[in-house]
C-alpha cells in the first residue's frame, strides 16, 4: 500500500533520478522521526464526460531504518473486521483479497537490504513479501519514495520556486502536458505535498502529508509476537 501506489505512479510518470544507495543510506541516520498522516485525491475526466474521484488517508510511522504505513480505515469498516475477528471468520484467503489495506512494514538494514513486511493482524501474521510481488502488495520497490515520499535526489532536477518559506522549498517539474509540483519540508525532511495535473485539467494527482501525534507504542512491536510467514500462504 504505501504511500505507494499512488506515488508509484505519480513518480515513474515523470522519470525523475533514483537516489544512489550509499547518499540514500546516509541521509537516513539523518532524517528526523515522522508520524504523518497520508491523504491522497484523484480526479479524472474520461472522454465520455464523466468524473471520476477517489479519496483516501494512510497513516505513516517513520524511523531510523524502519516505515510502517497503514490505510486509515472509516469506523464502519474497522467494525466489520472486528466482526470478523470475533465470529472466527478471518482467514488467509480472506485477507488475500484485501490485501492491499492491509498495513506494510519496509525495513533497511546497515547494508542496504530492504524488508517488506504484509502486516495480518487478525491473523496475528507477519508475511514476508519478496521482490516479484511487490506490486502486489502496493509497494513501489523504492525505499527513498517510501521513507522520504519522494526521493530528494529527484529534486535536483525541478525548478526550485523561489526560497524556502515557513520550512517549505516548493519545486516544480513540466513535462509534455503534465506539470509536478512537489513542497518539501526542509526540516522534517518529506514531502508535505506531491501534485500532478495535465494542462487541460482532466486529471490531477494530489498526495498531502501532515505531522499527526506519535503513537504510545509503535506499532511494529506487536508484531514480535506474530508468526511469520511468506507470499505463498496468502494464495491458499
Known amino acids: 500500500m504505501t504511500a505507494s501506489v499512488t506515488l508509484k505512479t505519480l513518480l515513474a510518470a515523470t522519470a525523475l533520478v533514483a537516489l544512489p544507495l550509499a547518499a ?5 541516520a539523518e532524517a528526523p522521526d515522522q508520524n504523518l498522516r497520508i491523504q491522497h ?4 475526466i474520461g472522454k465520455d464526460g464523466v468524473q471520476r474521484e477517489s479519496r483516501y488517508a494512510d497513516l505513516m510511522f517513520r524511523r531510523a531504518g524502519s516505515v ?3 490505510r486509515e480505515l472509516p469506523p464502519a469498516l474497522r467494525e466489520d473486521h472486528d ?6 471468520k478471518v482467514h488467509i484467503g480472506h485477507a488475500h483479497a484485501d490485501n492491499t489495506a492491509a498495513p506494510l512494514w519496509v525495513r533497511r538494514d546497515a547494508a542496504g537490504k530492504v524488508q517488506v ?3 495480518l493482524r487478525e491473523q496475528r501474521k507477519l508475511i514476508d513479501i519478496d521482490a516479484a510481488n511487490y506490486g502486489n502488495v502496493g509497494y513501489s520497490g523504492s525505499w527513498a519514495n517510501s521513507y522520504w515520499l519522494v526521493d530528494p535526489a529527484s529534486l535536483a532536477r525541478m525548478k526550485d520556486l523561489g526560497a524556502a518559506g515557513k520550512g517549505v522549498q516548493r519545486y516544480e517539474l513540466k513535462q509534455g502536458e503534465g506539470t509536478l509540483r512537489i513542497d ?20 490531477v494527482n494530489v498526495m498531502t502529508a501532515s ?12 508484531t514480535e509476537a506474530y508468526e511469520r510467514g511468506d507470499y505463498s500462504d496468502l494464495l491458499d
Open 184 to 203: 518539501w519540508d526542509t526540516a522534517g525532511r518529506y514531502a508535505r505535498k506531491i501534485e500532478q495535473r495535465n494542462a487541460r485539467g482532466t486529471s
Open 83 to 88: 466482526h470478523e475477528a470475533r465470529e472466527g
Open 68 to 70: 510502517w504505513v497503514e
Open 41 to 44: 485525491h484523484m480526479m479524472s
Open 211 to 222: 505531522a499527526i501525534p506519535a503513537p504510545k507504542t509503535l506499532p511494529w512491536k506487536a
Open 117 to 119: 513486511g504484509m502486516v
Open 24 to 28: 540514500s543510506a546516509a541521509g537516513d
